[in-house]
């Protein structure tokens, strides 16, 4: 045998015992088979070593100590890195509050404590009722465990290892957790010190790598087990953990500021609207309140007949055959509300002939119902179909929040119906007059995030990739930022969802703009193309507000209350000093209203610093004060929300000022 030959199955030894991987760079680097990412950190220098907490490897993110694959990418993760970061600090917390509730409570039960929004959450089984005290008791302890930079370890296990394992530790939660576990799937066990629970991982390499002054416990609640009524209740405990003090201070200031903001706290002070047992979920709008949905409603009309819409009314009730053919019945019946007719009763009707009806959840088949009253040709399209559209969703009791979520609501509905090539022009316009709107409105901010194909999907590859580059172009060419959500598209086309950012920094989604190439053709709406052939539109859903109710609700906490003019619900009181201004206040609130400000007065026999006070209160943006000097020089001293002092205008110069104020943002423009 030639020394060649000899020496390739050394060599070919030598390279198993070694793997290869790619760092973000594009460099390489070769390592022992065996080698973990702690080894690579330790490689490539002793202060990496020592601030690498976990790794991503192609794109996955896993513990620093699992062992590198060769022809890898990866990435090592520190604290710098936030969203990596915050979600290891975030899941180690919450098995270091778990092993703390059963270091100071031995008998209570573990089951599950997933990372959630700026925190996470962990259930217990535990016949006393946590108090206050309680979790005070266990931060301590969370941070003596933290103290202990207690190893974390992993371990892979069969599962009937596991499963003798919780029966012997008396954890029979855990015992169904691993019984869910599906066949083929691994059944990994974390260790934090001498703690164990259940779970996927990643964590970090020791307890004491999360931060001990950057977490803190929440509160309370009740959750049944695995989210069933019929199953044992529990305890559930939130916590929220950031990467360092000042973040947590930060987050806890903004949680404060959104108490005070709450729209439902300030809708009563403002007597704006209210919600009660008799009808969960619908809102009873007070004079006041209504008032600023008019005036939102208006404005919103003023711009959809401005950019081409031409607006609808459907009906809120519809047969269930409707409701069937579009595909709703089939995958959201047990959101709508359904109700019977006995259209039996009706002379000449088929005895006990039942009619089975829902109010409608959304508007979109009914609009596709107007859309085919006769044909249309391709030089109809686009059409912009837009209605302020009453709908009805069953939501449960638990999930309804004030505006923000209910039962009853009014959405700025709009179907543009057009062909694939009009696709990128309507959704360059639609952005454009979103973003107007919402700067209007009192927004600067929003992203957009770009939605594309799912694996389960209907419409062809072509028209897929025609409609997301369509989509893709008209945000480019706006010059505007976005970020790509691969496979979370609707089924039935790709989809923008808008997100805009309110005065405390909080993100709210609330425009969308979906192209559907499912519904036409369930429906069977057509057109006449330029070749005199029947072809489909593409049906274009879009909003800019979302639900009335819940934008008006942002609306209040973005302003806590304190809307600009043109909004508010009383713009002027005109508040007398003295018993005899009180025919000047009644001609200044007449000239007021006369001019379209929305003007009240008062004249009661109250000191002015206390009508100001009240006033203010209620949040209306300006109070006109008028006395006997006032009265003689047909002045008006102007008292602004917020400010200090006042100044005095005379009658026609303040007229002219509060009109220009009150006018609605695009009539100004106009």
Known sequence: MSDAHAARPENRSVEARQVTVTLPDGATRTMPAGASSADLAADISKSLAKAAIAAKVDGRLVDLTAPLEDGAQVALVTMKDEAE?????????????????QELWPDVKVTIGPVIDNGWFYDFDREEPFSTDDLAAIEKKMRE?????????????????AVAFYEANGEPYKVELVGAIPEGEKIRMYWHGDWQDLCRGPHLVHTGQVPPDAFKLMKVAGAYWRGDHRNKMLQRIYGVAFRSRKDLEA???????????DHRRIGREMDLFHLQDEAPGMVFWHPDGWTVYRALEDYMRRRLTLAGYKEIKTPQVVDRKLWEASGHWENYHENMFITEVDEGSEAGAHANAKRTNALKPMN?????QVYNQGLKSYRDLPLRLAEFGSCHRYESSGSMHGLMRVRGFTQDDAHIFCTEDQIEAECADFIRLLSTVYTDLGFEDFDIKLSTRPETRVGSDAVWDKAETALEKAIQALGLPYEVDPGEGAFYGPKLDFKLTDAIGREWQCGTFQADFNL???????????????????MLHRAILGSFERFLGILIENHAGRFPLW???????????????????AEVVAALRAAGIRAEADTRNEKINYKVREHSLAKVPAILAVGRQEVENRSVAVRRLGAQGSKVLGLEEALEAFVAEATPPDLRKA
């Open 567 to 585: 909004l508010a619900p009383k713009q002027v009181v005109v508040a007398t000093i003295t018993s005899d201004a009180d025919g000047y206040a």
């Open 85 to 101: 970061a915050l979600e290891l600090v975030r899941h180690d917390c919450a098995h270091i509050m778990a092993r703390a509730v």
């Open 364 to 368: 979109c088949p009914c609009h596709v």
């Open 251 to 261: 987050h806890l200031h903004q949680l404060e500021e959104a108490e005070r903001r």
């Open 520 to 538: 036409p053709d369930r429906l069977d709406a057509e057109y006449v193309n330029d070749q005199d052939e029947r072809v489909r539109p593409v």
């Open 145 to 161: 465990i933290i103290a202990k930079r207690d190893p974390v370890r992993t371990e892979v296990w069969e599962r009937d290892a």
